[in-house]
Structures are given as structure tokens and as C-alpha cells.
């Protein structure tokens, strides 16, 4: 299928700024799996639809962030400020939302990403609540696919006392990152961040994987979890991550992952996140994934992009457009 071309310039874009966090592991490397506090009137943080015959939801663990320039490593910081604020952003904080992603396929419930808990800052933790919120309880997930193993993928598997947040679910991890991140010390110099946040980063992979280090199955991308779920490969960002394709009948949905933290500076401007571990090899698989979610008109689901995160990708002429998609009541 030929890819459409626009130029940018006739691209109109909505960017939407969330609460703020503090993009920083939990002090002393713990986790804790537990519901936050939230305001009575807060908005519902899940969004359903389907997939062809695959019922899904997002479910919002809520958000994370940081500065910007940590996102857009390269960005001159005139052009960068003047961006954000041409996106009506704050200059001084990018907000990045947690959409982990539930699936029903094959008799099993699926939930792609765990979210990060705690383990990076007070406004993570609120799955556990919007799984309730649609009459769910931890124990209900059947099967838990983690694309990375970064604290704010995985920091939801371990409760406060050390136990399985979802005591049922059997864990599937990229081998390469179990590899990198948990069989060995890894080497977190490439992050730009400070030293000690590094060493919290590295602890806070460990402290959640624990209570499934005896029961994980690693999976090399290319791997097909379940009926209608396939991993892709697309290392880079960290040794091992996969991007997924949810896919029933003619229907398809790309789970992106952390191949772009916000759409308006790594979709809609191409600067490269400063925590990609090999940025060569990231952005050879972000130009790879995002090229086949335009030329095939996919839609898409970007873990961090604003609730839910569903969208399109449209090539334009010197990068991508994102679209966000149409609210299904």
C-alpha cells in the first residue's frame, strides 16, 4: 500500500498536558503495588474498545515525566521550549501517561505492560483501581506481557510486602533485557541523568521482578504470546524490547511502547530519547514500526502518549504526523 505523504505544515495537532509527576524511583529501590489516592470527582482512567473480535481497555496507572530535553536528547533548547509551548506544554516538565493495555483473546485475560506502581513517583498505582473500575481484581489477569523490563513498565508486579501484585498471572519478559537488566549489573551510563538515579533505576528493576524471578517465561521478539497477540522486535531503547500487534481478522492495533515517549516531540518532531540504550538501533526500529503503521494505516497505542494513547501515524515530509483518534462513547 503506498504511504501518504503530507506536508507538516498542513497538519493540525492537538497536544494534551496532564498532571505532573517526578520522574524518579521509589527511595530505597522499593516497590509497592497499591492503589493511589485519588480525588472522588477524578475523570474514569479506562477506555474500552475492540480489536476485531478481541475486547480491549486501556488502563490508565496514571502518569510520570520529567524535563523535556531527557525525552528530546538533541533538541537545541531554544527549539525545544518554543515547541512545547507552540504545543501549549510546559516548557520546564514533559507528563507522560502509563496506558497499559488489557486484552480478552484466546480465554484469557492479557494485560500488556504492568504500569510503574510507585517505583516512579506519587502518580503511578492507579490500575488497581481501574481494573475494579470495570469489575476486575488482580487475580483475574491470567497473563502479564512486559515489552521492557524499566521500572515504569514492571515497578505494578510486586505488592508492598514483597508478594505477586497479580498472583495468577504468568509473566512474559524479553530474554535479552532479563539478560541485561537482571542476571547482570548493568551498565546505566548511557541514561542522562544523574548517578544516582541510575543506581535507584538498576535497583528498582530488581526490587519488582522478584517475587516472578522463579516463574517467568522469556520470550524472544517475533514470539506469538497468544491467539491475536505478536511481539516485534524493536531493540534499541533496551537490548531486548518488542512492540506488539493485537490483530483479529482484518482488525489490527500497534502497541509502540517506548519507541516515543511524547508524540509531539519523538513523533511529530524525530529527536531522540535520551534513556535509548543503542539510538542508532532505536531509531532504525522507531522509523521501521512507525513506517508500517503508516503505509498499512494501523492504528496505534503509545504506552506514554496522553490518555488512552490511540492514534495514527501519517508520514509527512520530513518525519510523522500523530493524529490522536476519535473518542468511541
Do not use: C
Request: hydrophobic content about 40%; charged content about 20%; aromatic content about 8%.
Amino acid at each position: 500500500m503506498k504511504t501518504l505523504t503530507l506536508n507538516r505544515r498542513a497538519v493540525m495537532l492537538t497536544a494534551v498536558a496532564g498532571a505532573s509527576s517526578v520522574l524518579v524511583p521509589g527511595g530505597g529501590g522499593r516497590a509497592y503495588a497499591q492503589t493511589a489516592p485519588r480525588p472522588a470527582n477524578g475523570n474514569a482512567g479506562h477506555y474500552r474498545f475492540q480489536v476485531g473480535e478481541i475486547a480491549a481497555t486501556v488502563l490508565s496507572d496514571g502518569v510520570i515525566g520529567g524535563p523535556p530535553s531527557i525525552y528530546a536528547s538533541d533538541a537545541p533548547e531554544a527549539t525545544l521550549r518554543e515547541v512545547l509551548r507552540r504545543a501549549f506544554l510546559p516548557t520546564d516538565h514533559l507528563t507522560l501517561n502509563l496506558n497499559t493495555l488489557l486484552i480478552e483473546t484466546g480465554g484469557r485475560r492479557i494485560l500488556i505492560e504492568a504500569g510503574a506502581g510507585a517505583m516512579m513517583g506519587p502518580n503511578g498505582g492507579r490500575i488497581f483501581d481501574n481494573l475494579a473500575a470495570i469489575g476486575l481484581t488482580p487475580a483475574d489477569i491470567d497473563t502479564i506481557v512486559i515489552s521492557h523490563t524499566h521500572p515504569d513498565h514492571v515497578g505494578n508486579l510486586r505488592t508492598a510486602d514483597g508478594g505477586k501484585a497479580f498472583p495468577r498471572a504468568t509473566v512474559f519478559l524479553p530474554k535479552a533485557d532479563w539478560d541485561f537488566f537482571v542476571r547482570n549489573d548493568p551498565d546505566l551510563s548511557y541514561m542522562p541523568v544523574p548517578e544516582d538515579f541510575r543506581r535507584r533505576f538498576g535497583a528498582a528493576i530488581k526490587t519488582s521482578l522478584e517475587p516472578v524471578t522463579q516463574d517467568v517465561e522469556l520470550y524472544e521478539a517475533g514470539a506469538e504470546i497468544a491467539p491475536g497477540l505478536t511481539t516485534l522486535a524493536a531493540s534499541g531503547h533496551t537490548p531486548g524490547m518488542a512492540t506488539f500487534l493485537v490483530h483479529s481478522g482484518d482488525d489490527q492495533l500497534l502497541l509502540t511502547a517506548d519507541l516515543a515517549y511524547h508524540p509531539v516531540v519523538n513523533v511529530d518532531n524525530s529527536w531522540l530519547p535520551g534513556p535509548d540504550r543503542d539510538k542508532e538501533t532505536a531509531l532504525a526500529s522507531r522509523r521501521r514500526i512507525f513506517d508500517r503503521a503508516a503505509a498499512d494505516r494501523i492504528p496505534v497505542l503509545g504506552f506514554h502518549f496522553p490518555f488512552p494513547g490511540l492514534g495514527r501515524m501519517l508520514k509527512t515530509d520530513d518525519a510523522y504526523a500523530w493524529v490522536p483518534a476519535n473518542w468511541q462513547f
